[in-house]
Protein backbone atom coordinates (compact mmCIF):
# COMPACT_ATOMS: atom_id res chain seq x y z
CA UNK A 1 0.00 0.00 0.00
CA UNK A 2 2.91 1.68 -0.79
CA UNK A 3 1.47 6.14 -0.88
CA UNK A 4 -1.78 4.96 1.22
CA UNK A 5 0.19 4.58 4.34
CA UNK A 6 2.61 5.27 7.03
CA UNK A 7 3.73 4.01 9.85
CA UNK A 8 0.64 4.36 11.75
CA UNK A 9 -1.46 2.02 9.59
CA UNK A 10 1.14 -0.72 10.27
CA UNK A 11 1.42 -0.02 14.11
CA UNK A 12 -2.60 -0.05 14.47
CA UNK A 13 -2.94 -3.07 12.30
CA UNK A 14 -0.26 -4.66 15.11
CA UNK A 15 -2.59 -3.42 18.08
CA UNK A 16 -5.71 -5.03 16.65
CA UNK A 17 -3.55 -8.46 16.38
CA UNK A 18 -2.26 -8.41 13.14
CA UNK A 19 1.44 -8.20 11.45
CA UNK A 20 1.62 -4.14 10.47
CA UNK A 21 3.60 -3.82 6.69
CA UNK A 22 5.63 -0.78 6.14
CA UNK A 23 5.62 -0.11 2.30
CA UNK A 24 9.41 1.11 1.42
CA UNK A 25 9.12 1.45 -2.45
CA UNK A 26 8.74 4.53 -2.49
CA UNK A 27 10.28 5.95 0.34
CA UNK A 28 14.12 7.75 0.20
CA UNK A 29 16.64 6.14 2.73
CA UNK A 30 16.06 8.79 5.12
CA UNK A 31 12.27 8.20 5.13
CA UNK A 32 12.23 5.06 5.71
CA UNK A 33 14.72 5.35 8.67
CA UNK A 34 12.28 7.65 10.07
CA UNK A 35 9.55 5.24 9.22
CA UNK A 36 11.09 2.42 11.34
CA UNK A 37 12.10 4.58 14.05
CA UNK A 38 8.40 6.25 14.87
CA UNK A 39 7.28 2.98 14.25
CA UNK A 40 9.54 0.82 16.71
CA UNK A 41 9.25 3.38 19.38
CA UNK A 42 5.54 3.51 19.43
CA UNK A 43 5.63 -0.37 20.05
CA UNK A 44 7.76 -3.45 20.31
CA UNK A 45 4.84 -5.50 18.69
CA UNK A 46 6.72 -7.63 15.18
CA UNK A 47 6.02 -6.11 11.69
CA UNK A 48 7.20 -6.21 8.20
CA UNK A 49 8.94 -4.47 6.05
CA UNK A 50 8.06 -4.26 2.03
CA UNK A 51 10.10 -4.17 -0.99
CA UNK A 52 9.76 -4.18 -4.42
CA UNK A 53 12.87 -5.88 -6.12
CA UNK A 54 12.50 -4.83 -10.32
CA UNK A 55 15.79 -4.67 -12.34
CA UNK A 56 16.31 -1.15 -13.04
CA UNK A 57 15.95 -0.36 -16.65
CA UNK A 58 18.35 1.26 -18.91
CA UNK A 59 15.95 4.97 -20.25
CA UNK A 60 14.94 4.37 -24.22
CA UNK A 61 14.68 7.43 -25.38
CA UNK A 62 12.83 6.64 -28.73
CA UNK A 63 10.05 4.65 -26.27
CA UNK A 64 9.92 7.91 -23.90
CA UNK A 65 9.44 10.32 -27.09
CA UNK A 66 6.49 8.09 -28.06
CA UNK A 67 5.15 8.33 -24.22
CA UNK A 68 5.79 11.77 -24.19
CA UNK A 69 3.67 12.06 -27.34
CA UNK A 70 0.51 10.09 -26.22
CA UNK A 71 0.20 12.11 -23.26
CA UNK A 72 0.75 15.86 -25.18
CA UNK A 73 -2.62 16.55 -25.77
CA UNK A 74 -2.89 16.12 -21.90
CA UNK A 75 -0.15 18.10 -21.12
CA UNK A 76 -1.93 20.73 -23.21
CA UNK A 77 -5.70 20.23 -22.21
CA UNK A 78 -4.25 21.07 -18.60
CA UNK A 79 -1.73 24.02 -19.53
CA UNK A 80 1.36 22.29 -18.86
CA UNK A 81 4.87 22.37 -20.36
CA UNK A 82 5.43 19.72 -22.85
CA UNK A 83 8.60 20.01 -23.72
CA UNK A 84 10.30 18.64 -20.77
CA UNK A 85 8.14 15.80 -19.45
CA UNK A 86 9.31 14.91 -15.99
CA UNK A 87 11.65 11.56 -15.51
CA UNK A 88 13.03 9.66 -13.02
CA UNK A 89 11.93 6.04 -11.44
CA UNK A 90 9.26 7.15 -8.52
CA UNK A 91 10.18 3.48 -6.95
CA UNK A 92 13.30 2.13 -5.59
CA UNK A 93 13.94 -1.43 -5.77
CA UNK A 94 15.90 -3.58 -2.77
CA UNK A 95 19.65 -2.08 -2.16
CA UNK A 96 22.66 -2.69 -0.17
CA UNK A 97 21.89 0.86 0.85
CA UNK A 98 18.22 -0.34 2.05
CA UNK A 99 19.70 -2.93 3.69
CA UNK A 100 22.05 -0.57 5.96
CA UNK A 101 18.87 1.26 7.07
CA UNK A 102 16.85 -2.33 7.47
CA UNK A 103 19.65 -3.45 9.64
CA UNK A 104 19.28 -1.44 12.53
CA UNK A 105 15.85 -2.68 13.06
CA UNK A 106 15.78 -6.01 12.14
CA UNK A 107 11.98 -6.49 11.61
CA UNK A 108 10.19 -10.10 12.10
CA UNK A 109 9.57 -10.17 8.51
CA UNK A 110 11.24 -8.73 5.37
CA UNK A 111 8.80 -9.66 2.37
CA UNK A 112 9.20 -8.58 -1.38
CA UNK A 113 7.29 -8.09 -4.54
CA UNK A 114 8.05 -8.92 -8.20
CA UNK A 115 10.34 -12.40 -7.17
CA UNK A 116 13.28 -11.44 -4.53
CA UNK A 117 16.73 -9.25 -4.28
CA UNK A 118 19.87 -10.70 -5.78
CA UNK A 119 21.30 -13.91 -3.52
CA UNK A 120 23.99 -11.47 -1.35
CA UNK A 121 21.01 -9.34 -0.50
CA UNK A 122 19.10 -12.13 0.70
CA UNK A 123 21.54 -13.97 2.85
CA UNK A 124 22.27 -10.42 3.87
CA UNK A 125 18.47 -10.38 5.85
CA UNK A 126 18.07 -13.31 6.83
CA UNK A 127 21.27 -13.47 8.94
CA UNK A 128 19.90 -11.24 11.23
CA UNK A 129 16.48 -13.96 11.63
CA UNK A 130 13.92 -11.60 9.54
CA UNK A 131 11.90 -14.06 8.25
CA UNK A 132 11.58 -13.45 4.04
CA UNK A 133 8.32 -13.69 2.18
CA UNK A 134 7.48 -13.03 -1.75
CA UNK A 135 4.40 -12.98 -3.89
CA UNK A 136 4.00 -15.32 -5.99
CA UNK A 137 1.20 -15.28 -8.43
CA UNK A 138 1.55 -18.55 -10.04
CA UNK A 139 2.47 -22.07 -9.02
CA UNK A 140 5.73 -21.61 -11.22
CA UNK A 141 6.46 -18.42 -9.32
CA UNK A 142 5.55 -20.32 -6.03
CA UNK A 143 8.05 -23.05 -6.60
CA UNK A 144 10.48 -20.68 -7.73
CA UNK A 145 10.28 -18.94 -4.54
CA UNK A 146 10.45 -21.91 -1.99
CA UNK A 147 13.63 -22.89 -4.28
CA UNK A 148 14.95 -20.08 -3.22
CA UNK A 149 14.72 -20.45 0.22
CA UNK A 150 11.86 -18.30 1.47
CA UNK A 151 10.12 -19.06 4.39
CA UNK A 152 6.73 -18.39 3.15
CA UNK A 153 4.94 -17.66 -0.09
CA UNK A 154 2.05 -14.75 -0.61
CA UNK A 155 -0.44 -16.38 -3.00
CA UNK A 156 -1.90 -13.19 -4.92
CA UNK A 157 -4.74 -13.31 -6.43
CA UNK A 158 -5.69 -11.75 -9.34
CA UNK A 159 -8.62 -9.72 -7.67
CA UNK A 160 -5.98 -7.72 -5.50
CA UNK A 161 -5.52 -4.18 -5.89
CA UNK A 162 -2.68 -2.58 -6.73
CA UNK A 163 0.60 -4.06 -8.82
CA UNK A 164 0.71 -7.73 -9.66
CA UNK A 165 3.67 -9.41 -8.41
CA UNK A 166 4.51 -11.70 -11.60
CA UNK A 167 7.64 -11.98 -12.36
CA UNK A 168 8.53 -14.93 -14.06
CA UNK A 169 5.82 -13.90 -17.28
CA UNK A 170 4.77 -11.27 -18.67
CA UNK A 171 1.40 -12.84 -19.74
CA UNK A 172 -1.41 -12.15 -17.93
CA UNK A 173 -3.45 -14.93 -19.01
CA UNK A 174 -1.40 -16.67 -16.55
CA UNK A 175 -3.08 -15.09 -13.74
CA UNK A 176 -5.39 -16.96 -11.42
CA UNK A 177 -8.14 -15.37 -8.87
CA UNK A 178 -7.36 -16.13 -5.50
CA UNK A 179 -9.84 -19.13 -5.22
CA UNK A 180 -8.49 -21.18 -8.01
CA UNK A 181 -4.60 -20.21 -7.03
CA UNK A 182 -4.36 -20.37 -3.48
CA UNK A 183 -5.31 -24.36 -4.00
CA UNK A 184 -3.06 -25.05 -6.17
CA UNK A 185 -0.02 -23.27 -4.30
CA UNK A 186 -0.41 -24.67 -1.13
CA UNK A 187 -0.55 -28.56 -3.14
CA UNK A 188 2.62 -27.89 -4.61
CA UNK A 189 4.79 -26.45 -2.08
CA UNK A 190 6.04 -27.21 1.70
CA UNK A 191 5.93 -23.88 3.07
CA UNK A 192 3.00 -21.86 4.68
CA UNK A 193 1.12 -19.54 1.96
CA UNK A 194 -0.61 -16.51 2.71
CA UNK A 195 -3.83 -16.26 0.88
CA UNK A 196 -4.31 -12.10 -1.10
CA UNK A 197 -6.89 -10.89 -2.97
CA UNK A 198 -10.53 -9.86 -2.89
CA UNK A 199 -10.05 -11.20 1.28
CA UNK A 200 -12.20 -8.52 2.89
CA UNK A 201 -14.50 -10.12 5.11
CA UNK A 202 -15.15 -12.99 7.79
CA UNK A 203 -16.84 -14.86 4.34
CA UNK A 204 -13.53 -14.41 2.61
CA UNK A 205 -11.05 -15.20 5.56
CA UNK A 206 -12.83 -18.28 6.32
CA UNK A 207 -12.66 -19.88 2.83
CA UNK A 208 -9.09 -19.06 2.43
CA UNK A 209 -8.35 -21.28 5.75
CA UNK A 210 -10.48 -23.79 4.09
CA UNK A 211 -7.96 -23.54 1.30
CA UNK A 212 -5.39 -24.53 3.19
CA UNK A 213 -4.03 -20.60 3.80
CA UNK A 214 -1.81 -20.13 6.76
CA UNK A 215 -2.89 -16.66 7.21
CA UNK A 216 -4.03 -13.99 4.94
CA UNK A 217 -3.06 -10.70 3.62
CA UNK A 218 -5.44 -7.52 3.67
CA UNK A 219 -5.34 -4.33 1.99
CA UNK A 220 -8.07 -2.85 -0.06
CA UNK A 221 -9.98 -3.32 3.53
CA UNK A 222 -7.64 -0.57 4.96
CA UNK A 223 -7.42 2.09 2.50
CA UNK A 224 -10.66 4.13 3.92
CA UNK A 225 -9.40 3.31 7.71
CA UNK A 226 -8.54 6.54 9.93
CA UNK A 227 -5.10 5.96 9.75
CA UNK A 228 -4.51 5.46 6.24
CA UNK A 229 -3.15 7.77 4.33
CA UNK A 230 -5.52 7.80 1.25
CA UNK A 231 -6.09 11.02 -0.20
CA UNK A 232 -9.80 12.10 -0.01
CA UNK A 233 -10.47 11.70 -3.90
CA UNK A 234 -9.32 8.39 -3.77
CA UNK A 235 -11.63 7.87 -0.40
CA UNK A 236 -14.72 9.26 -2.51
CA UNK A 237 -13.54 6.95 -5.46
CA UNK A 238 -13.64 3.81 -2.98
CA UNK A 239 -17.22 4.66 -2.02
CA UNK A 240 -18.52 5.25 -5.12
CA UNK A 241 -20.35 3.48 -7.94
CA UNK A 242 -17.23 3.81 -9.91
CA UNK A 243 -15.38 1.44 -7.83
CA UNK A 244 -17.11 -1.77 -9.28
CA UNK A 245 -14.85 -1.67 -12.37
CA UNK A 246 -11.53 -2.12 -11.70
CA UNK A 247 -8.79 -3.35 -14.46
CA UNK A 248 -5.26 -4.16 -14.52
CA UNK A 249 -3.25 -1.21 -16.13
CA UNK A 250 0.56 0.05 -16.92
CA UNK A 251 -0.30 3.16 -17.24
CA UNK A 252 0.71 4.83 -13.85
CA UNK A 253 4.36 2.88 -14.17
CA UNK A 254 4.35 0.60 -16.49
CA UNK A 255 3.73 -2.73 -14.89
CA UNK A 256 0.50 -4.14 -14.39
CA UNK A 257 -1.59 -3.06 -11.62
CA UNK A 258 -5.16 -3.20 -10.12
CA UNK A 259 -7.26 0.17 -9.76
CA UNK A 260 -10.79 1.83 -10.54
CA UNK A 261 -11.17 2.63 -14.11
CA UNK A 262 -10.93 6.24 -14.54
CA UNK A 263 -10.66 8.46 -17.97
CA UNK A 264 -7.32 8.34 -19.18
CA UNK A 265 -7.68 4.37 -18.32
CA UNK A 266 -10.74 4.25 -20.62
CA UNK A 267 -9.11 6.73 -23.59
CA UNK A 268 -5.39 5.13 -23.64
CA UNK A 269 -6.82 1.53 -23.07
CA UNK A 270 -6.00 0.33 -19.55
CA UNK A 271 -2.81 -1.74 -21.27
CA UNK A 272 -1.02 0.43 -23.48
CA UNK A 273 2.04 -0.70 -25.33
CA UNK A 274 3.42 2.64 -25.31
CA UNK A 275 4.05 2.60 -21.47
CA UNK A 276 7.77 2.86 -20.47
CA UNK A 277 9.14 0.17 -18.80
CA UNK A 278 8.41 -0.27 -15.07
CA UNK A 279 9.02 1.95 -13.18
CA UNK A 280 9.99 4.69 -15.74
CA UNK A 281 5.74 5.51 -16.44
CA UNK A 282 5.35 7.10 -13.22
CA UNK A 283 6.81 10.39 -13.99
CA UNK A 284 5.12 11.73 -16.79
CA UNK A 285 1.78 10.64 -15.34
CA UNK A 286 2.91 12.50 -11.61
CA UNK A 287 2.43 16.30 -13.15
CA UNK A 288 -1.05 15.20 -14.88
CA UNK A 289 -1.87 13.56 -11.71
CA UNK A 290 -1.17 16.69 -9.57
CA UNK A 291 -2.53 18.95 -11.91
CA UNK A 292 -5.68 17.24 -12.68
CA UNK A 293 -6.35 16.69 -8.33
CA UNK A 294 -5.77 19.89 -7.83
CA UNK A 295 -9.15 20.30 -9.83
CA UNK A 296 -10.92 17.76 -7.75
CA UNK A 297 -10.34 15.41 -10.65
CA UNK A 298 -9.16 11.94 -10.74
CA UNK A 299 -8.83 11.49 -14.47
CA UNK A 300 -4.61 10.80 -13.92
CA UNK A 301 -5.15 9.27 -10.38
CA UNK A 302 -3.63 5.85 -10.18
CA UNK A 303 -7.20 4.99 -7.69
CA UNK A 304 -5.28 1.63 -6.59
CA UNK A 305 -8.39 -0.89 -5.20
CA UNK A 306 -8.87 -4.55 -5.41
CA UNK A 307 -12.23 -6.09 -6.93
CA UNK A 308 -14.56 -5.56 -3.97
CA UNK A 309 -14.06 -2.12 -2.77
CA UNK A 310 -17.23 -2.66 -0.67
CA UNK A 311 -14.67 -3.89 1.79
CA UNK A 312 -13.43 -0.40 2.53
CA UNK A 313 -14.41 1.14 6.21
CA UNK A 314 -14.63 4.23 7.73
CA UNK A 315 -12.83 2.90 11.06
CA UNK A 316 -10.19 2.68 12.86
CA UNK A 317 -7.61 0.16 11.75
CA UNK A 318 -7.28 -2.07 14.79
CA UNK A 319 -11.16 -2.38 15.00
CA UNK A 320 -10.70 -4.10 11.60
CA UNK A 321 -7.99 -6.05 11.86
CA UNK A 322 -9.97 -7.43 15.05
CA UNK A 323 -12.80 -8.34 13.58
CA UNK A 324 -10.36 -10.36 10.84
CA UNK A 325 -8.64 -11.82 13.55
CA UNK A 326 -12.38 -13.01 15.42
CA UNK A 327 -12.97 -14.46 11.68
CA UNK A 328 -9.78 -16.41 11.86
CA UNK A 329 -9.28 -17.88 15.21
CA UNK A 330 -13.12 -17.28 16.76
CA UNK A 331 -12.15 -19.81 19.33
CA UNK A 332 -8.72 -18.24 20.62
CA UNK A 333 -8.79 -14.75 19.08
CA UNK A 334 -4.83 -13.39 19.18
CA UNK A 335 -3.89 -16.67 17.98
CA UNK A 336 -0.21 -16.88 16.35
CA UNK A 337 -1.64 -18.27 13.47
CA UNK A 338 -3.18 -15.48 11.91
CA UNK A 339 -1.05 -12.75 9.83
CA UNK A 340 -2.59 -10.36 8.48
CA UNK A 341 -1.50 -6.79 7.24
CA UNK A 342 -1.87 -3.98 4.95
CA UNK A 343 -0.40 -5.15 1.06
Not at 115 to 138: F, I, Y
Not at 167 to 192: C, E, I, M, N
Not at 285 to 312: I, K
Amino acid sequence: MAGAQDHRLALAVGKGGGLGSVPAAMLSLEALHAELTALSAASDAPFNVNFFCHPNPAPDPDRMARWQKVLAPYYQELGLDTENLPTGPGRLPFSHESADVLEAFRPAVVSFHFGLPTPDLLARVKSWGSRVWSSATTVQEALWLQDQGVDAIIAQGLEAGGHRGMFLTHDLSTQLGTLALLPQVVQAVRLPVIAAGGIGSAQAVAAARCLGAAGVQIGTAFLCSHEATTSALHRAALQSPAAQHTALTNLFSGRPARGIVNRVMRELGPMCDQAPAFPLATAGMSLLRSAAESRQSTDFTPLWSGQNASTARHASATDITRDFVKAWTPDQVGGDKFLSYPA
